[in-house]
C-alpha cells in the first residue's frame, strides 16, 4: 500500500452494520509513501497514527488540474 499526504484511507467495518472510517494522510513516516501513516479522522478529527491491515484501501487525491492556482 503506498499513500502521499492528502490521499484518503478508508477502513471497512469487519461486521455486519459497521461504518467505513475515513481519514486523510496528514503525514508520512516513510518517503516511499510505505505504512504507517498518519491520519486525521473526519468523523471526530482524532489524528493517529495507522497500520492499514486488510480492510483498509486509499483514496489519491486528485491532481491538481495544469493552469490552475493549485498548481502554484
Do not use: K, N, S
Not at 471497512?12 to 501513516?37: I, N, Q, W
Not at 495507522?50 to 486509499?58: M, Q
Amino acid at each position: 500500500m503506498i499513500a502521499q499526504v492528502g490521499d484518503r484511507i478508508v477502513v471497512r467495518g469487519t461486521h455486519v452494520g459497521d461504518a467505513a472510517r475515513v481519514g486523510v494522510v496528514t503525514a508520512l513516516r516513510h518517503a516511499d509513501g510505505t505504512p504507517p501513516y498518519e491520519v486525521r479522522w473526519l468523523d471526530d478529527g482524532h489524528v493517529g497514527l495507522i497500520f492499514p491491515g486488510p480492510e483498509t484501501h486509499v483514496e489519491h487525491a486528485a491532481a491538481p488540474q495544469p493552469g490552475t492556482d493549485e498548481t502554484a
